[in-house]
């Protein structure tokens, strides 16, 4: 008497670094579906200072990336720096190839202080791999 065995394919949906960041940018409302999208983009800043870093996305980007050499991901980042959002999205981008660099624009000055107005956004742009 002959056993038949039937073999079942079970497909397991690996969670990408790229996957995780871009529903990083979804969280703060910025519908993108590729990270190319990210050149034609200017952020304000204060969308980076308004929101704490999200608990439930570091130990998954924990799983791609080395604690030891991004700060973003260490246990202590929320208490030891000052803008943690910012550093997490700056650190990551940069291990897909990605800079976050910021811009600032003079706004004027205020009248009756004379202080300087400006305005701060962070454009995005490849990673250069040529230069040091």
């Known amino acids: 008497m002959e056993e038949t065995t039937t073999v079942k394919t079970v497909y397991i ?39 704490t870093p999200w608990p439930d996305y570091i130990p998954r980007l924990k799983c791609h990336l080395n604690t030891g050499k991004l700060n973003a991901l260490q246990s202590n980042a929320t208490t030891k720096q000052r803008f943690p959002l910012v550093n997490l999205f700056r650190q ?6 990605w800079r976050m660099l910021p811009q600032v624009v003079s706004q004027g000055y205020e009248a009756s202080t004379g202080k300087k107005c400006v ?7 490849p990673l250069d791999l040529s230069s040091p």
């Open 119 to 125: 305005e701060r956004f962070y454009v995005f742009r």
């Open 92 to 97: 990551v981008l940069k291990c897909v190839g």
């Open 13 to 51: 949906e690996v969670e990408t670094l790229t996957d995780i960041i871009l529903e990083m940018f979804r969280e703060l409302g910025i519908p993108i579906e590729s990270l190319e999208e990210l050149t034609t983009m200017r952020l304000e800043r204060t969308r980076f200072l308004n929101v």
